[in-house]
């Protein structure tokens, strides 16, 4: 029975410090290429934050989750099957997820890309959601977002974030605060950041005609090569 018991907390904590622990530090990342403007990191730590909290959310709630690998609708499916745990997700957080699941995961322009500076808040608040229920206390899910009112704020014990926040010197404690409506302190009603577009269009959505040319030499996931090949180049 002690056994049994012990191997349970190895489980847990393999989830907190593989998946939590980890997926606050991509979050921090992902807010960085935010500030700077570079798209393709940001939608590409967005995702990887997210799929990281949604895998540590289904091994605490000891839902397999083998075949999630980058797919975050796939882990949503699994959580929703489920009876063990109920997501409560703003609407605005499943339209980010369903975004950077859609064009976050790739990272070489195989599909065209669109992002922009206010996504750091979508990713601000669907990790502010989703770190509730990165934990083995029901507390925390209780809270919730109201239209028009600050976020309330929340502590996870022993949580990455909360100690980066606690250290004055800890060099990632600036990029996680800054123009942070959701983590942090201060009460903000507003937040100003200098705004960015960045749009582009993917080699092969405007010569779709080189499909089988660069499979010769370069993997591309199936959903990609079947959607090329329907694909044809635009006027």
């Known amino acids: ?9 190895l489980i847990n904590d393999f989830a907190i410090r593989c998946f939590r622990d980890e997926g606050d530090e991509v979050y921090i990342a992902a807010r960085m290429a935010f500030r700077a403007g570079l798209a393709a990191n940001s939608l590409w730590g967005s995702q990887q934050a997210i799929e990281k909290y949604l895998k540590c959310i289904l091994l605490l709630n000891r839902i397999p989750g083998k075949k999630v690998l980058h797919d975050l609708r796939e882990a949503l499916n699994l959580i929703e099957a489920s009876d063990n745990i109920f997501l409560d997700l703003s609407p605005r957080t499943m339209d980010f997820v369903e975004r950077v699941d859609g064009i976050g995961r790739f990272r070489y322009l195989e599909v ?4 922009c500076s206010r996504d750091m808040v979508n990713l601000d608040r669907a990790v502010w959601e989703l770190r509730r229920y990165c934990t083995l206390s029901g507390a925390q899910r209780l809270i919730k977002l109201r239209q028009g009112v600050i976020p309330p704020k929340y502590r996870l014990d022993g949580g990455y974030l909360e100690n980066v926040m606690d ?6 404690r600036e990029p996680l605060l800054w123009n942070n409506a959701f983590f942090g302190r201060r ?4 937040i100003g950041m200098k705004p960015w577009l960045k749009c582009v269009n993917a080699p092969l959505y405007l010569n779709p005609q080189i499909l089988g040319e660069i499979l010769k030499y370069v993997h ?6 079947g959607a090329y090949r329907a694909h044809k180049r635009p006027d």
């Open 167 to 172: 250290n004055m010197r800890d060099p990632a």
């Open 1 to 9: 029975m002690e056994s049994e018991i012990n191997t349970e907390s």
């Open 187 to 190: 009460h903000r009603r507003k």
């Open 220 to 225: 591309l996931p199936k959903d990609v090569i």
């Open 112 to 115: 065209s890309r669109v992002a």
